[in-house]
Nanobody, 119 residues
Framework: QVQLVESGGGLVQAGGSLRLSCAASGVIFRLAPMGWYRQTPGKQRELVATITVNGNTDYADSVKGRFTISRDNAKNTVYLQMNSLKPEDTAVYYC?????????????WGQGTQVTVSL
């Protein structure tokens, strides 16, 4: 079964950096499009960044120029490098992949990792 395990969250001051990692198992990773989402209490989960199997990337406007998503297919891992962090980046960050199965696309999520940015 597909498992996604995030790590790298923590507490950082505004302007600082963090790198999140997501290790995948139970999937042919090089064929899996990957993404990072985030969620704060009372709000819907929002897309942060995506990376295709070919390495094409896309970002939410709020993180463009500050965050970088990348993948290492040899390590079955996707990363999110977060620079110039702001308090509004505080959220639980989730790793995601969507894979075909049973005639429809199925979303898989990690358990999430907390990122807290202080003033």
């Amino acid at each position: 079964q597909v498992q996604l395990v995030e790590s790298g969250g923590g507490l950082v001051q505004a302007g600082g950096s963090l790198r999140l990692s997501c290790a995948a198992s139970g999937v042919i990773f090089r064929l899996a499009p990957m993404g990072w989402y985030r969620q704060t209490p009372g709000k819907q989960r929002e897309l942060v960044a995506t990376i295709t199997v070919n390495g094409n990337t896309d970002y939410a406007d709020s993180v463009k120029g500050r965050f970088t998503i990348s993948r290492d297919n040899a390590k079955n891992t996707v990363y999110l490098q977060m620079n110039s962090l702001k308090p509004e980046d505080t959220a639980v960050y989730y790793c995601n992949t969507a894979l075909p199965g049973g005639g429809f696309m199925r979303n898989y999520w990690g358990q999430g990792t907390q990122v807290t940015v202080s003033l």
